[in-house]
C-alpha cells in the first residue's frame, strides 16, 4: 500500500514537473505544477508530516498558485513571447548535463555512502500541530518574528513595484 | 519506501528545476522552476525530519515555504513591471544593466 502511493505519486511528481519545464504554454505550465505541488503534499502525508502536508495545500497549491495563474492571465500571455529564440543547442546540451552530472553525483552520494534502510517507527507525536509548533515558537523564536518582517517587506516591495505610480 | 528512495526523488526534482531555470526564456516559467526547486528541497528537509524524529526539519521546511511566498509575490511584480516597459517577459530581452 505505502510501496504503491509512492510509486504513483513519484510519478505524478516527476512528470508534472517536467510537462512545467517543456511545455510552451504557460496555463499548462502552471496548472501541472500545482499537480506537482500536490503531489509533494501526498509525499508528506506519506512521511506523516500531516501539517506540512496541509500547509503545502493551503500556501502553494492555494495561495502562490492563484497569484502566478492572476499574473498569467493578467499579461495576457499564455505564449511564452513570439520573438524568444528556442534557447541555443549549447545553452540547452550544457543544462541538461549540467543536472544530469548534479544527479550522478547526489545519487552516489545517497546510495554510495549509505547502506539501505527503512524509516523507523515515528513517535505517536510527529508531525502534528503541538509537536512542530511547540519547536517553532521555543527553539525557533526570533526567525520566526524574523521572517514575518520579511513578509510584510516583501509585501510594501510587491506593492511599489506593481504599481504605476506613487 | 526507504529514505533513499525520497531523497532521490527530491534529487531529482531539483534538476527538473535547474533544467527549466538554464533553458526557458519566459520569466514566470523560470519562477515556477525555482518553486520546483525549493519544494525539492523541502521534501529532503522533512525525510530527514521523519528519519530522525525531530520536528527540526519541519521548521526549516516551514520557513522555506514562506520564503518562497514571499519570493513569489516580489517576482511577480517585478514580472508586472517588466511587463509594463517591454511588453514581453522574455528575460533575454533584459540586457539594460548588462556591460
Known amino acids: 500500500m505505502e510501496l504503491s502511493a509512492f510509486v504513483v505519486l513519484t510519478v505524478l511528481a516527476i512528470v508534472s514537473a517536467m510537462v512545467v519545464i517543456l511545455h510552451r504554454n504557460q496555463v499548462v505550465a502552471a496548472l501541472s505544477l500545482a499537480a506537482n505541488l500536490v503531489s509533494i503534499a501526498g509525499f508528506y502525508l506519506l512521511l506523516h508530516a500531516q501539517f506540512l502536508a496541509l500547509l503545502q495545500v493551503i500556501v502553494y497549491a492555494g495561495a502562490i498558485m492563484v497569484l502566478i495563474l492572476f499574473v498569467l492571465m493578467l499579461l495576457n500571455l499564455p505564449e511564452e ?8 543547442p549549447i545553452q540547452a546540451g550544457l543544462g541538461v548535463v549540467l543536472a544530469a552530472v548534479f544527479v550522478a553525483v547526489m545519487g552516489w552520494a545517497v546510495f554510495g555512502a549509505t547502506e539501505a534502510s527503512a524509516f523507523p517507527r515515528p513517535s505517536p507525536a ?3 500541530v503541538a509537536s512542530v509548533g511547540t519547536v517553532l515558537f521555543r527553539d525557533y523564536f526570533y526567525a520566526f518574528e524574523a521572517i514575518s518582517l520579511l513578509l510584510v517587506v516583501a509585501m510594501v516591495g510587491a506593492v511599489l513595484l506593481a504599481k504605476r505610480r506613487l | 519506501m526507504t529514505p533513499q528512495g525520497i531523497l532521490l526523488v527530491s534529487v531529482v526534482l531539483f534538476a527538473l528545476g535547474v533544467v527549466g531555470v538554464l533553458t526557458r526564456r519566459g520569466a514566470i516559467t523560470i519562477l515556477m522552476s525555482v518553486e520546483i526547486m525549493l519544494n525539492a528541497a523541502n521534501l529532503a528537509f522533512i525525510a530527514f525530519s521523519r528519519q ?3 520536528p527540526d526539519g519541519q521548521v526549516y521546511a516551514f520557513f522555506i515555504m514562506t520564503l518562497a511566498a514571499a519570493e513569489a509575490a516580489v517576482g511577480l511584480a517585478i514580472v508586472i513591471a517588466l511587463f509594463r516597459l517591454r511588453e514581453s517577459t ?6 539594460l544593466m548588462k556591460w
Request: charged share 35%; aromatic share 10%; net charge negative.
Open chain 1, 81 to 88: 513571447s513570439r520573438r524568444a529564440r528556442a534557447p541555443g
Open chain 1, 126 to 128: 510527529f508531525g502534528t
Open chain 2, 52 to 54: 530522525f524524529d525531530h
Open chain 2, 90 to 95: 522574455d528575460v533575454d530581452e533584459l540586457n
